[in-house]
């Protein structure tokens, strides 16, 4: 039976942790106790000196021998009480007690610089936090205590607890900095270092790092992240250099660092994608993602509670959804329902309550989208947009809409925002309306557990976001990638002279514009609703569950929905010409929803496609398109079916329940 020794004390656990604790919070101190071992030594030394040369020997009045006189200024050094030898001769009396108070002084000022290294040790970790040097392999957050703590909270679910490591967090207060170590329970390193120093590489140990989530407010520009990332690369290409020129360097490769960084538009995440070097980034084995949370959290919530969440009828009434209150997430929310919100009816209708001037002025950031299309009828038609000055206003607008309806109740201040959804909700059935009605929480806010048995759909966490960031990308990046492959088999991916593909939709999914990484989003996400308008047009059950899972683990669908999927996937096949009026008014929905997003991203009807100046021929009803154009359509629903309906490791997301 062997006995395996504790990591607490086997001599390499006890060398390593020694080793942190010198070069961590006691580095400075360990230089003032070498100074002060010197000085003690040069003092020693020169008390010898003395009793070698003078007349100590109490007997003789010789000089003692140097042996004995070290031995007689280490004993006065360390301990006065010897004092009481040097009764004779005078000489020796004198020098010995002057000797010993000058011992006594330098051990007292050694002790004093010890103790005072150790409480500015202790109020450093109090103020700036505390940092072990030699992190491998840790997560750095960096943001806004408000912001980190819900991130932290959920950090085990989002990047899985056994391959978290160290976690270290940076803020840019000691007030966050002492709230944040109150309030979350997690083991972490907890640190007050603004992220434009030129010593925050080598202090968070970035170069090392698994992963490194920068949320908005990390820094003061985007511009300091970008110069971040330069200094990070430039490590690690340091470090994978020595890995090709050293064997001993091979045998700890360095590990692939993510990085996340929080944006909070498209334009930001444009800037990202144009100034980063992507592809020094990847030989130096790190991998950069923009992530705009409040676009994501609405991608969610329209998934989990879709807005057509009962049957339409062809040729009936469209959705219609109530903005009440205008903040950055009911933008990114408004957003989203513009891109992907086109149904089997139409137009999708906007009501914007906006009760103070702010709201109303922020809010008609989105009213330029409709003069932006006023110039094009088919385009402006595909939704509506009212403004109203109180929500009373807006729902009784609805009162004779029989479509499905919903609300959005937003706004910075929690309290605000629930009291606007409750007071919606009574003047609602005062009406005679149940309308669906979205409430838009933060994270740490206090009502997120209260209201969620109220009926209320609570929606805009930015913890979720980031835990659901893979799950919402796997299936548009799988599509994509399924699109390049077919292009590469019929011989059109093509590349110029230079090396670069010809067509940038021909890009690899991380090489891509974030809008077309978009465009691929939207229309991933669209998918759920073609499948209801087919439930819909057939009569049988919708049947698919609300969920937010990527590819390998999506929802279920009822049986005669998957199977009249796959039967449309089969005739289409068989017999692409043959006429089939599912497909033409799914292909109809499909054309509406591309067409409104080019034009959204500023493409313009032109009749011939100029991707420099952003004409298309095919912003322009379906009924008008060339059977070409009406073609291509239909193959982007089969496509979209069959990728949903093939065999689970092919990438499908639905099966039969």
């Known amino acids: 039976m062997s006995l395996v020794p504790s990591r607490l004390f086997t001599r390499s656990a006890l060398l390593s942790r020694l080793s942190r604790l010198l070069n961590g919070p006691l580095s400075r101190l360990r230089y003032k106790v070498a100074v002060t071992l010197l000085a003690m030594l040069a003092y020693v030394l020169v008390g010898a000196a003395l009793a070698s040369h003078l007349p100590f020997d109490p007997e003789t009045r010789a000089p003692l021998s140097f042996d004995e006189a070290v031995w007689w200024a280490w004993s006065h050094l360390i301990d006065p009480g010897f004092i009481s030898l040097d009764e004779r001769p005078l000489t020796r009396r004198v020098v010995g007690s002057l000797f010993a108070v000058g011992g006594l002084m330098m051990i007292a000022g050694a002790l004093l610089a010890v103790i005072s290294e150790l409480a500015k040790v202790g109020v450093s970790r109090v103020v700036d936090g505390y940092l072990p040097r030699g992190l491998a392999a840790h997560t750095v957050c960096v943001g806004p205590a408000a912001s980190l703590r819900p991130l932290l909270e959920s950090a085990g679910r989002i990047w899985g607890e056994e391959r978290l490591g160290d976690m270290v967090c940076v803020v840019q207060s000691t007030e966050e900095l002492l709230s944040l170590r109150k309030t979350v329970e997690r083991d972490m390193f907890i640190t007050r270092l603004p992220l434009q120093d030129e010593d925050a590489l080598v202090k968070l140990s970035l170069a090392t790092a698994a992963r490194v989530v920068l949320l908005e407010g990390a820094a003061p520009t985007l511009g300091d992240l970008i110069g971040l990332l330069g200094r990070v690369q430039a490590a690690r290409a340091a470090r994978v250099a020595e890995e090709a020129r050293s064997a001993q360097a091979r045998r700890r490769p360095l590990a692939p660092l993510q990085v996340v960084i929080e944006v909070t538009s498209l334009d930001q995440e444009l800037v990202l994608s144009r100034l980063l070097d992507h592809r ?164 740490v806010s206090g009502y997120q557990r209260l209201v969620r048995a109220s009926g209320l759909r609570v929606v805009g966490s930015h913890a979720e976001a980031f835990e659901r960031l893979d799950a919402l990308d796997a299936p548009a990046r799988a599509l994509h990638q399924r699109y390049i492959s077919q292009r590469e088999e019929s011989g059109q991916r093509a590349r110029g002279a230079d090396g670069e593909y010809l067509y940038e939709g021909d890009l690899d999914w991380e090489d891509l514009s974030p809008t077309r990484r978009e465009w691929n989003r939207s229309a991933i996400d669209h998918y759920d609703i073609k499948a209801r308008t087919l439930a819909d047009l057939l009569g049988v059950e919708r049947g698919v569950e609300r969920g937010v899972e990527g590819a390998g683990g999506g929802p279920r669908c009822a049986a005669p929905l998957y199977e009249a999927m796959r039967a449309l996937v089969r005739a289409f096949e068989d017999d692409p010409a043959a006429p089939q009026p599912h497909l033409e008014r799914l292909a109809a929905i499909e054309h509406n929803r591309k067409a409104l997003e080019r034009a959204l ?56 329940s």
């Open 601 to 656: 991203d500023g493409w313009r009807y032109g009749p011939q496609k100029d991707s420099a100046r952003k004409h298309n021929p095919s912003l322009r009803p379906y009924e008008e398109l060339t059977e070409e154009q009406r073609r291509y359509d239909r193959e982007a629903i089969v496509e979209v079916f069959r990728f949903l309906c093939a065999p689970r490791g092919d990438g499908g997301m639905v099966k039969p």
């Open 280 to 443: 020094a980034l990847h030989a130096a084995r790190v991998s950069v993602r923009a992530l705009n949370a409040d676009a994501v959290a609405s991608r969610i919530a329209l998934k989990r509670y879709p807005l057509d969440h009962l049957p339409l009828a062809p040729g009936g009434v469209g959705v219609a959804l109530v903005v009440y209150g205008w903040t950055r997430f009911a933008q990114s929310f408004v957003a989203q329902v513009v891109r992907s919100g086109h149904y089997l009816a139409h137009p999708t209708r906007l009501l914007v309550v906006g009760e103070s001037a702010a709201e109303r002025e922020a809010a008609a950031g989105l009213l330029s989208h409709r003069r932006h299309l006023r110039s094009n009828p088919y385009l402006s038609g595909l939704f509506t947009i009212e403004h109203f000055a109180t929500e009373l206003e807006a729902l009784e607008a609805l009162r004779e809409h029989a479509g499905p309806c919903s609300a959005l109740c937003a706004d910075e201040r929690p309290d605000v925002a629930l009291a606007r959804a409750l007071r919606l909700t009574e003047h609602a059935e005062m009406l005679d309306l149940r309308p669906q009605v979205y409430l838009e929480l933060s994270d």
